[in-house]
């Protein structure tokens, strides 16, 4: 079998490759792209804990030197190794404290309610776009202290951030071009701003921040931020509406969460392994590294495949199956390990919640075809919907 992630069949269901993958080819080099990938989970676990022979630099692949970086100047925080890692998490750490992230709490749970309202007065609907996207855009934008009024605009400026990310700078209108300097412009008034008068929001806790005298520079405050943007709202509507679709092409699991909807922590712990979001991650190796026999040389380029890791055979039983009640569910893969851990999964699971909580009790009275969702291409590190519509019955 060959496989290649860039490949259109691949992306639109590379679950029957990474079996393969697992099974045949643990250590596999796509040949066209000189890539190798890594597809079991005990392998990838020991991967992302080995920072000392295994970078994060370059984590963004497709953005070359003469394309316009999104990210301004200072790396994004996952392309960073120790010590620059370190300390930069460790403000960050102290900015995004589970105190902030509880304290929105009520108000994720009342945008979740306001937008399925919205949606359901419309009578026919698409999930993603009118649910699953805004969500987290809306509160990610509360966190950062970007104005109500400016949702519109960092709804675009987060699809354009998509794009740029995606390395496709060079295919983009002067439109997108002027997004990318509109959003920087924006974020680069804001910090100073911020700095000159701070608020109860995200981005004056980031430019306060500090640890044994090191504050966060603006270039570093402006990575985080753009990156919180990118990372805050793609991973949350992929999980949102992965969990959906789970949920719908399986009523049995679906009876069990609205019978007991004690089970939703969990049923977002396995829609997070079953249909991970985030399906791989880059690496770097620093050194030669050999698994299971093949070397990987030093400088070459590595993939690792959570989506695969999420679904061996070797640590979940029945991979295949989506199940509410597995008891290792959160033992999944999908927001990363070790120190590069997603600063933003608590925030993600809380926006999932709130967003099943005020579905659950209408699934059974939305209409929806399978032949009718088209899914997310833009990058192949992604697994999600591009859009899901859904009516109301009767209409």
Not at 5 to 18: A, D, F, I, Q, T
Not at 45 to 59: C, G, H, P, T, W
Not at 165 to 193: C, N, S, W
Not at 204 to 224: D, I, M, N
Request: hydrophobic residues 40%; negative net charge; charged residues 25%.
């Amino acid at each position: 079998m060959n496989y290649n992630p860039l490949l259109p069949e691949v992306m639109e269901n590379p679950y029957p490759y990474y079996a393969y993958l697992r099974s045949h080819a643990p250590v596999y080099k796509v040949e066209q792209l000189n890539w190798w990938a890594i597809s079991r989970y005990d392998d990838i676990l020991a991967v992302v804990k080995d920072y000392q022979r295994i970078s994060n630099a370059n984590y963004f692949p497709g953005l070359s030197a003469d394309t316009f970086n999104p990210m301004g100047e200072a790396p994004a925080i996952v392309e960073l190794d120790p010590p620059d890692h370190t300390r930069i998490r460790k403000l960050a750490n102290r900015a995004f404290t589970p105190r902030i992230v509880a304290s929105l709490e009520p108000r994720v749970r009342a945008i979740a309610q306001e937008l399925l309202s919205q949606a359901f007065a419309k009578g026919t609907f698409d999930l993603i776009g009118d649910f699953a996207i805004p969500l987290p855009v809306w509160v990610i934008a509360e966190l950062l202290g970007i104005e109500p009024e400016r949702r519109d605009d960092f709804k675009r400026w987060a699809d354009t951030f998509s794009h740029a990310i995606g390395g496709k700078t060079a295919d983009m209108d002067p439109h997108q071009q002027q997004d990318l300097l509109e959003y920087r412009a924006y974020f680069e008034d804001v910090i100073e701003r911020r700095r000159k008068e701070p608020q109860a929001d995200l981005i004056s806790a980031l430019v306060k921040a500090q640890e044994e005298e090191q504050r966060l520079t603006a270039a570093e405050v402006f990575s985080l931020a753009v990156f919180l943007l990118l990372a805050g709202s793609e991973t949350t509507t992929n999980l949102i509406g992965n969990a959906v679709l789970a949920l719908l092409k399986h009523p049995e699991e679906l009876a069990k969460v609205r019978a007991n909807p004690g089970l939703l922590p969990n049923t977002i712990e396995e829609a997070l392994r079953y249909d991970s979001p985030v399906s791989s991650e880059f690496r770097q190796m620093k050194e030669d590294v050999t698994i299971h026999g093949t070397t990987i040389p030093a400088g070459a380029k590595m993939l690792v495949l959570y989506g695969s890791a999420n679904r061996d055979e070797a640590k979940f039983v029945e991979p295949q199956r989506f199940n509410v009640t597995r008891s290792n569910a959160q033992e999944n893969l999908a927001f990363g390990y070790g120190i590069h851990f997603c600063l933003g999964a608590p925030l993600a699971r809380r926006e999932a919640l709130a967003a099943l909580e005020a579905l659950l009790p209408h699934l059974p009275h939305l209409s929806w075809q399978e032949s009718q969702l088209t899914r997310n291409t833009l990058s192949h590190q992604v697994s999600g919907l591009a859009s899901f519509p859904m009516a109301l019955r009767g209409f």
